[in-house]
């Protein structure tokens, strides 16, 4: 005779199905019988629960689209109102958040214009940067190149005091032969 | 076949997919008779929340009539229907829209809503409670599951698909569906379990 139903077997009834000999055996044991409609009675009353849930939404005037008017619904204004506000919202929120830091840099390029420079005095300028023989840059190499010439090339450069500097170090230097 | 008597039986989920086929998807107000339902609970329960439900569905109806031409009637058109379904609830659960709605959860249906609609003709009081008491316990352990086995969980004892038609609309293999399966249906039972031995101490 064969044994009664297990757990595992009740639940591989309710996933697969009944294999032959469990049915058989459920036919003619009245307590597998029992366990099998224990098991069952939860699934079923959910099911009937959720059927007759979703039945009374599919019946229900508000919910029923005749044709397309779901998607007309969809369009409706009043469905854009929550995301509009939202919008608004954010709108209002990046005013506040870049309007100062706006109007902080607005008076500085006010000011710029405020002391023009002439044009006799830009002249001068552009004159005196063309008429020098070496660039700024390049000055502290023409005085190393000079260190050893009689013409004091830092007074063309204008750097006469590093210059003498430099021939005083030579001078201080211990002398090779001695 | 009148048309209420195949509305009724697609109700239920006996409707025979040659007679839901030869209806034609140009007739997609009937379709949507037949099949929003299911379409709906399914949807419903795979996102928890009303409106997208609502939204998944007007949706799913909307793309299997853009693509009609490509149906061509190698499974039921309810298993279509699903398979449509399905990749919506997918999409929609990978947006944004979902991650914050599922905070929200503005719209999602309470269980004491659903158990107004046991039936309850000719059944006792304390019938009645039980009923209630069952549904709760399901109710609660199928919102515990991962998002997979309630999917197959609803498919199976909601719908009654069988497992080659999961298999189908879900994109598994079959033993993939049994395995969540079994896990599913012994968390739910472990779970009624606990409810009815708690409730009768």
């Known amino acids: 005779m064969r044994e009664h139903l297990?757990?595992?077997?009740?639940?591989?009834?309710?996933?697969?199905?009944?294999?032959?000999?469990?049915?058989?055996?459920?036919?003619?044991?009245?307590?597998?019988?029992?366990?099998?409609?224990?098991?069952?009675?939860p699934l079923s009353v959910f099911r009937s629960a959720v059927v007759a849930w979703s039945e009374g939404q599919t019946a229900a005037p508000a919910r029923e689209p005749a044709g397309w008017v779901g998607l007309a619904e969809r369009l409706n204004f009043m469905n854009w109102v929550p995301a509009f506000g939202l919008a608004l919202a954010l709108a209002v929120l990046a005013a506040l958040l870049v309007g100062p830091s706006i109007k902080r840099q607005v008076p500085t390029q006010a000011k710029a214009?405020?002391?023009?420079?002439?044009?006799?005095?830009?002249?001068?300028?552009?004159?005196?940067?063309?008429?020098?023989?070496?660039?700024?840059?390049?000055?502290?190499?023409?005085?190393?190149?000079?260190w050893d010439s009689d013409e004091a090339p830092a007074q063309k450069t204008g750097a006469p005091k590093r210059a003498a500097k430099i021939k005083s170090i030579e001078a201080s230097r211990p002398s090779v032969t001695d | 076949?009148?048309?209420?008597?195949?509305?009724?039986?697609?109700?239920?989920?006996?409707?025979?997919?040659?007679?839901?086929?030869?209806?034609?998807?140009?007739?997609?107000?009937?379709?949507?008779?037949?099949?929003?339902?299911?379409?709906?609970?399914?949807?419903?329960?795979?996102?928890?929340?009303?409106?997208?439900?609502?939204?998944?569905?007007?949706?799913?109806?909307?793309?299997?009539?853009?693509?009609?031409?490509?149906?061509?009637?190698?499974?039921?058109?309810?298993?279509?229907?699903?398979?449509?379904?399905?990749?919506?609830?997918?999409?929609?659960a990978r947006s944004k829209q979902f991650q914050f709605w599922k905070r929200a959860q503005t719209a999602a249906v309470d269980v004491s809503e659903v158990a107004e609609f046991l039936p309850h003709k000719g059944s006792s009081a304390e019938s009645r409670l039980l009923a209630r008491e069952q549904l709760k316990a399901v109710w609660q352990a199928v919102d515990k599951l991962s998002k997979m086995q309630r999917e197959v969980f609803l498919l199976r004892f909601v719908e009654e698909m069988d497992l080659l038609e999961i298999a189908a609309v879900m994109g598994m293999k079959e033993s993939t569906v049994k395995?969540?399966?079994?896990?599913?249906?012994?968390?739910?039972?472990?779970?009624?379990?606990?409810?009815?031995?708690?409730?009768?101490?």
């Open chain 1, 6 to 41: 297990t757990a595992k077997e009740i639940s591989r009834w309710l996933v697969e199905g009944p294999g032959s000999d469990d049915a058989a055996h459920v036919r003619s044991c009245p307590s597998c019988a029992a366990k099998l409609a224990e098991a069952r009675a």
């Open chain 2, 1 to 92: 076949m009148g048309y209420a008597a195949v509305n009724e039986m697609a109700m239920s989920g006996e409707v025979a997919p040659s007679v839901a086929t030869s209806m034609g998807l140009d007739d997609i107000e009937g379709v949507m008779r037949l099949y929003r339902g299911r379409i709906l609970r399914y949807a419903l329960f795979a996102v928890r929340d009303r409106d997208a439900a609502e939204t998944i569905t007007q949706d799913c109806f909307l793309k299997a009539y853009r693509a009609r031409e490509s149906f061509r009637g190698d499974c039921s058109l309810s298993t279509w229907l699903m398979q449509i379904a399905v990749n919506l609830v997918r999409d929609y």
């Open chain 1, 113 to 146: 214009p405020v002391a023009p420079i002439s044009d006799g005095v830009l002249m001068e300028q552009v004159d005196a940067e063309v008429s020098e023989t070496v660039p700024d840059a390049m000055a502290p190499l023409t005085d190393l190149v000079a």
């Open chain 2, 179 to 201: 395995s969540h399966l079994y896990r599913a249906l012994n968390s739910v039972r472990t779970k009624v379990s606990a409810g009815t031995d708690g409730s009768q101490t």
